[in-house]
């Protein structure tokens, strides 16, 4: 069964590029498209899709409107924008996007994420909150959404928080599956996982990540290991759930 997906975004150019590129795609098909909010929340009352690729900045309703309004449930939200700033792309999280891609980026990059995303496409509402409070975790720190590393963590601290255990094998379990799981190398996913904590480091956001343990962990001059920062991370999770 296909992806059935609603393309949101008032360039109809853009829109047409997509459409023709998904037509041959065995996997995919583009339900409907809207160009403006007004008409994805209309399309959205009255029909499915597995998922939204919805642009920010529209006339007569704007995404993060939409993204307000719709009650998603399982539904996939991606958001591509041309807006780069951390604020616009942490509201958009904050709002129930799934995933944030900067354009311009390939057909092909899209088609990529949407696939990644119908194979975790059915989530309890434990796993929607978890990674809720993961995304509000990498706002706080200052780990941006539109880099890779950043999918490769997420997935990583999930792992870590419903197998603790498998922080102790970080390189030779917990990278290969990342990997498998986004049909990349573990030296990849070791890699875009440092840059992550690096760019987060880099802002100075250090007294952030402090407050959010509730004890001075770092100093601008010392960083954690990937497996470290792992493990902060899922051990806070897992204390809150207590």
């Known amino acids: 069964m296909k992806t059935r997906i609603l393309l949101v975004d008032d360039c109809v150019e853009y829109t047409d590029k997509l459409c023709e590129h998904f037509a041959s795609s065995e996997k995919?098909?583009?339900g409907a498209v809207a160009h403006d909010g007004k008409?994805?929340?209309a399309l959205l009352e009255r029909e499915r899709f597995d998922c939204v690729v919805l642009d920010l900045v529209m006339p007569v309703m704007d995404g993060f409107a939409v993204l307000e309004r719709f009650k998603k449930d399982n539904t996939k939200i991606?958001?591509?924008s041309a807006l780069s700033q951390d604020v616009f792309i942490a509201k958009a999280m904050n709002l129930g996007a799934d995933y944030y891609m900067l354009k311009p980026f390939e057909a092909s990059e899209l088609e990529k994420k949407i696939v990644e995303g119908a194979k975790t496409a059915v989530r309890t509402s434990k796993n929607r909150s978890l990674e809720e409070?993961?995304?509000n975790i990498f706002i706080t720190v200052g780990i941006p959404a539109h880099i890779k590393g950043y999918q490769?963590?997420?997935e990583a601290i999930k792992m870590a928080i419903d197998n603790p255990d498998v922080i102790n094998s970080i390189t030779k379990k917990l990278y290969p599956e990342v990997a498998e799981r986004f049909s990349t190398s573990p030296s990849?996913?070791?890699r875009a996982i440092r840059h992550a904590i690096e760019v987060a480091w880099n802002r100075?956001?250090?007294?952030?990540?402090n407050s959010l343990f509730g004890v001075r962990v770092y100093s601008h001059n010392e960083k954690p290991t990937n497996g470290e920062f792992i493990a902060l991370v899922a051990d806070k999770m897992l204390l809150e759930s207590v």
């Open 28 to 30: 995919i098909e583009i």
């Open 204 to 209: 100075g956001k250090i007294e952030n990540i």
């Open 78 to 80: 991606i958001v591509a």
């Open 39 to 41: 008409q994805a929340l």
């Open 188 to 190: 990849k996913v070791e």
């Open 152 to 154: 490769f963590l997420r």
């Open 133 to 135: 409070r993961i995304t």
